[in-house]
Each structure stands twice: as structure tokens, then as C-alpha cells.
């Protein structure tokens, strides 16, 4: 699954599979530290080791919540990579079992009953302390954590929606509570931004993903067909099944940018408005490039990005007016 921030290279490149699962365990005697700041450095270093469509804890977020950012990144980043298919030599049963293990925590964390010394949950209870965020959105990420360990190709779009609301819009959520922008409204919104963006990530990924054994596309738009099963489908086919998930995209994105002129600060107008003009990037890229997208990962252009950055400074500004 990817959340929050997209196409990230995966942290156990940088930790072995014994130091990744020490990261979730209740302390961490190779990675102990001695106080709550050194923590929250540990999640920081955390998020520079991956290379991110958009960033994470950037300049556009205020100084003083840019530690929890991080802290987030780290406990969705780690997770998100135990749950990673196939790229850790350990069984599905492990696999839950440290989701478990991780849910049991996180929940300690709330609580404000954590003592032990492991970084990320000294982090992230020192956040929820601060922030007052809410403990939901987290348990909602580790169920579509826990349904990749056990990945059925969707049937219909239906699913896929159902899958996102546990694997993308929560982290909107988040944002939100972070920033003190929760409402109705806004969070419809940010649903919209946050699905769109978990399409736009299945889009560009369908190669990555077919090779690690997973079709996000709807059997209902591929004829029943399952790519990663090296089954073969009509470019004609493929094509119309693309062009669903672009224009369900595209209106997401679309309906979703209203969220921008409901933000409270100028730094989060922006933070949000990059996010979109970079979900709308990679979906244009992904459509430029459909010829390429069942043998090679597509990547934003540096050109794209700094189109990209220039729409985003122009959809905050027009959102005053």
C-alpha cells in the first residue's frame, strides 16, 4: 500500500529484516535513544532515506508539527513495509503478527502509557499528547496494511473504494486534525484528493505491481483478467480499462481541489495544492506513456515537476479570489 506519500523506495534497503521488525517491538535496544527530541530525529532521518513523489514533513509545513509529520511517515513507512509483498523473506502469519504487534502499541502510545525505549513509539506518543489526533485513522491504515498480506484482486470499483477509504483517506484525516481542519467539508474533500491519489499510484505502478504478484484494476473493467498472472490482454482492452480508472481519477482530483480555498494557513494551501497538481501529474504522465505501463515504472520528469510546482503556486493564489 501506498499512503500518504507515493512510489517510496522501501526502508529495509537501509535496516535488515531483524532491525525492521526491532523498530515495531515494545523497546529497541539497537536504536535506543535518550530523550523525545532524539526520537522524533530518528522518524526525521527515517523519511530521508526514501525518494518521494511529494515530500514528506517539506517547508510548506509549519515548523513545529514538522516533527510529527515524520513521526507519522515513520509508522506508516514501517508498516506499510512489513506488509510488503514478497520483499521480506517471512510468512503471511509474520506478517499480521507484527501488524498485530504494531496495533497493540500504537494503542499503548495513545493511551500515554508507553515506557519503553523504542524511537518510533516514544515519537508517536509524544504526538498524540501534543496533537490530540485521533486514534482511528491509525487502526484504519493497518487494516489495508493487513489486507495486502492477503491480496485479492478487486472486483469492482466498489472494493477499490473501499480499499482506499482504509488505505489513503485516513491519512487526509491526519493532515487535517494536524493542521485543526477537520470538518465536514473538508474531509469529503480530502477523501476525494486521497483516493485519487491512491489511483493515480495504482496507474503509474501497474508494472510494480505485476510483478510482485497484484492487479489493483477491477476485474469488472479487465474482463476478469488478473495482469500479474501474466495473462494476456488486448492493448484495446487495456486501454479501456485505463481510461476508466483516468477519468474516475481525473473527477476526484477535480472535485477534491476545491479542498484548497477551505484551508485555514497559506502553508498548508500550498502543501495540499502540491499534493493535487502532483496526483494530476503522475495521471497525465501514466496517460502519455500507457504503451509503457505493463513493462516499465513511469516517473515524473524533472520539467513535470517544476510545471507541477508552478500549477500548485497558482492554484493557491486563485484560491483567495
Known amino acids: 500500500m501506498r499512503v500518504f506519500f507515493y512510489s517510496m523506495q522501501k526502508i529495509h534497503h537501509w535496516f535488515s529484516l531483524q532491525e525492521l521488525i526491532e523498530l515495531i517491538e515494545y523497546n529497541s535496544p539497537a536504536f535506543k535513544v535518550n530523550s523525545i527530541e532524539e526520537s522524533y530525529l ?15 514533513a517539506s517547508i510548506c509545513i509549519p515548523k513545529h508539527i514538522r516533527k510529527f509529520t515524520a513521526a507519522i511517515y515513520s509508522y506508516s513507512r514501517i508498516a506499510d513495509d512489513i506488509a510488503d509483498e514478497g520483499s521480506l523473506e517471512i510468512t503471511v502469519e509474520q506478517q499480521l503478527y507484527y501488524l498485530q504487534m504494531m496495533e497493540n502499541h500504537i494503542r499503548i502510545c495513545y493511551s500515554q502509557e508507553y515506557t519503553g525505549d523504542n524511537p518510533l513509539w516514544i515519537a508517536m506518543q509524544d504526538m498524540f499528547n501534543q496533537t490530540k489526533i485521533t486514534l482511528n485513522p491509525f487502526l484504519q491504515l493497518l487494516v489495508a496494511f493487513r489486507q495486502d498480506c492477503v491480496f485479492i484482486q478487486p472486483e469492482t470499483m466498489k472494493e477499490i473504494e473501499e480499499y482506499c477509504s482504509y488505505s489513503a483517506n485516513p491519512v487526509g484525516d491526519i493532515v487535517l486534525q494536524l493542521h485543526g481542519n477537520k470538518n465536514e467539508t473538508t474531509i469529503e474533500l480530502s477523501n476525494c484528493i486521497c483516493t485519487g491519489l491512491q489511483l493515480a499510484n495504482f496507474l503509474q505502478d501497474i508494472y510494480i505491481d505485476k510483478k510482485n504478484g497484484r492487479t489493483y484494476i477491477p476485474k469488472e473493467f479487465l474482463h476478469g483478467v ?14 479501456k480499462a485505463f481510461d476508466i480508472m483516468y477519468t474516475y481519477t481525473k473527477e476526484l482530483f477535480e472535485k477534491g481541489s476545491q479542498l484548497v480555498s477551505h484551508l ?37 520528469s524533472l520539467s513535470r515537476i517544476i510545471i507541477t510546482a508552478s500549477k500548485a503556486l497558482i492554484r493557491v493564489l486563485t484560491s483567495y479570489s
Not at 530518528?42 to 514528506?56: G, R
Not at 488478473?226 to 486501454?239: G, M, P, T, V, Y
Request: charged share 25%; proline share 2%; hydrophobic share 40%.
Open 264 to 300: 485555514h494557513t497559506f502553508r498548508l494551501r500550498c502543501e495540499i495544492a502540491l499534493i493535487i497538481e502532483g496526483g494530476n501529474a503522475i495521471l497525465e504522465t501514466t496517460k502519455a506513456h500507457r504503451k509503457e505501463l505493463l513493462s516499465k515504472k513511469v516517473s515524473l
Open 226 to 239: 488478473s495482469l500479474h498472472n501474466d495473462a494476456i490482454i488486448s492493448e484495446d482492452d487495456f486501454n
Open 42 to 56: 530518528f522518524c526525521l532521518n527515517i523519511t530521508k532515506m526514501h525518494y518521494e513523489n511529494f515530500p514528506v
